[in-house]
């Protein structure tokens, strides 16, 4: 009963053209966010939505987006991915987005960038 | 520049014994860590939390330490298990920054039977 699910698991694309990244839940929790984790590096925010709120982080490239057209689905996109965007992409929702709030993770898509 | 520290890459113990391990912090604002564990092939699961009014927070054979004036903190397993074998990140959030963790890099334990 897989409660935060990520497609497809692994993501082959040529550099510069557009790839989209799917994640969606079955908690119904209202925010849901996007980690980016180059290998042996920390998980990095990218960006996250309360409910229809879209909260970008600072550092994130414009090169990223994110759609989450209901409260079960949210996507990355990456416009036109760079061999340095080949990464693994996390996703994860949080009830309320508290910090006692625990984050459920899905496994994971890892990206290649030919 | 990395604001949480894992200096330990990977670390091996024996079964049955203890495992420590370490996270350092630089932002003096950090007030709430959290060590999440990750399977291959899994996401991240949450495992323990410390807010910074403690100093200890325990559950089960998981024991996190937290010393502020050191910006330091320590994740203890007792006793380990071969089930226990998995990359273990800290992580740590401001007042006020929600859930936006910044993450350490990670340590891999390996329990050996």
């Known amino acids: 009963d897989a409660m935060v699910i990520q497609n497809p698991r692994y993501q082959v694309t040529q550099f510069g053209k557009p790839v989209t990244l799917s994640c969606s839940q079955t908690?119904?929790?209202?925010?849901m966010y996007w980690y980016q984790q180059k290998s042996s590096q920390a998980p990095k925010l990218l960006f996250h939505y309360y409910d229809k709120d879209f909260n970008n982080e600072a550092d994130t490239p414009d090169n990223f987006q994110s759609r989450r057209p209901n409260t079960s689905f949210c996507f990355l996109d990456i416009r036109s991915p760079g061999l340095g965007d080949a990464a693994m992409y996390l996703c994860a929702t949080s009830g309320q987005g508290r910090r006692t709030d625990t984050q459920y993770f899905g496994p994971g898509t890892r990206l290649t960038v030919l | 520049d990395q604001q949480v520290k894992q200096n330990s890459p990977s670390l091996s113990v024996q079964e049955g014994r203890i495992s420590i391990l370490n996270c350092d912090y630089t932002?003096?604002?950090?007030?709430?860590f959290l060590w999440y564990k990750k399977y291959p092939a899994e996401g991240p699961t949450f495992l323990i939390s410390i807010s910074s009014i403690k100093d200890k927070n325990e559950d089960g054979r998981f024991t996190v330490f937290l010393n502020k004036s050191a910006k330091h903190l320590s994740l203890h397993i007792v006793p380990s298990q071969p089930g226990d074998s998995a990359v273990y990140f800290c992580a740590a959030s401001a007042w006020g920054n929600g859930q936006n963790f910044v993450f350490g890099p990670g340590t891999r334990l390996s329990v050996l039977p």
């Open positions: 932002n003096s604002m950090f007030d709430y």
């Open positions: 908690l119904n929790h209202n925010v």
